[in-house]
């Protein structure tokens, strides 16, 4: 008997956070229209800080909804995920902990911080910081970088897509994230970093905006078939 693969969803379930809503949906969906049968846990940040909360799954989902009740929970599940190749995708305040994650525990830059857990953080050490102009409810069109694996996924090279946020990266830090082989491959009109990729693991992506918003929520994203897809892999 084959069995279901488990996704681990990391965040702190609420019926307020649209994303959170909209995931048993998307479920379904990969179910009745790709035969992409998942089998999903919930995980608080704050269970998530326990020491292989989320080994053994076969992907996990970072999602919205911060500030998180634990930012060391998000940062161990994205960490665990990256160094035991487990298929990852974090979307919005995912991606801003994925940058953070890989900042720190990669490029040993364990000094910067985001803006919303740690309010008090010298400017020059933020590498999340409050967008000049919020993301929340905006839609807007996304350059994806030819050969990438957002490519691959996409299929195309511009998509246009949907934000609920109101923090990303600062540019002055993501140079130092390219060096030790973070990859963006993702940016915004204005060329503001929106996609993160680790080349060399099995799939490792990250997106500041949502793709589980996409739609109505009956048609799975493409982003989010190709964690699915992944996760039926291993």
């Known amino acids: 008997m084959t069995k279901t693969p488990r996704v681990a969803l990391v965040g702190d379930r609420s019926p307020h956070v649209m994303s959170h809503v909209r995931v048993p949906a998307l479920l379904d969906a990969l179910a009745e229209r790709d035969g992409l049968v998942l089998d999903a846990y919930w995980i608080p ?24 009740a634990s930012e060391e929970g998000a940062l161990a599940a994205i960490r665990t995920a990256r160094e035991d190749g487990i298929p990852f995708l974090g979307t919005c305040a995912g991606f801003q902990h994925t940058l953070l994650e ?5 490029c040993g830059l364990s000094r910067l ?12 050490d933020l590498l999340i910081a ?11 069109t996304v350059r994806i970088t030819p050969g990438s694996l957002a490519e691959s996924v996409l299929g195309a090279e511009r998509t246009t897509e949907r934000y609920h946020c109101a923090y990303g990266p600062d ?9 030790h082989g973070l990859r963006f491959t993702g940016e915004d009109e204005d060329g503001r970093v929106r996609i993160a990729e680790l080349p060399g693991h099995p799939f490792f992506m990250a997106t500041l905006f949502q793709p589980e918003l996409a739609g109505d929520g009956t ?4 982003i989010v078939r190709a964690l699915a897809r992944a996760a039926t892999v291993l």
Do not use: M
């Open 45 to 68: 940040t704050e269970d998530a800080t326990a020491p292989g909360a989320v080994k053994g799954f076969d992907a996990v989902w970072l999602l919205p909804g911060s500030p998180y």
């Open 102 to 106: 890989f900042a720190r525990d990669v």
């Open 113 to 124: 911080a985001h803006a919303e857990n740690d309010p008090g953080a010298d400017a020059e």
């Open 130 to 140: 409050p967008l000049a102009c919020s993301l929340v409810g905006h839609e807007g």
């Open 171 to 179: 540019g002055r830090h993501l140079e130092a994230l390219r060096e």
């Open 219 to 222: 048609r799975p994203h493409p």
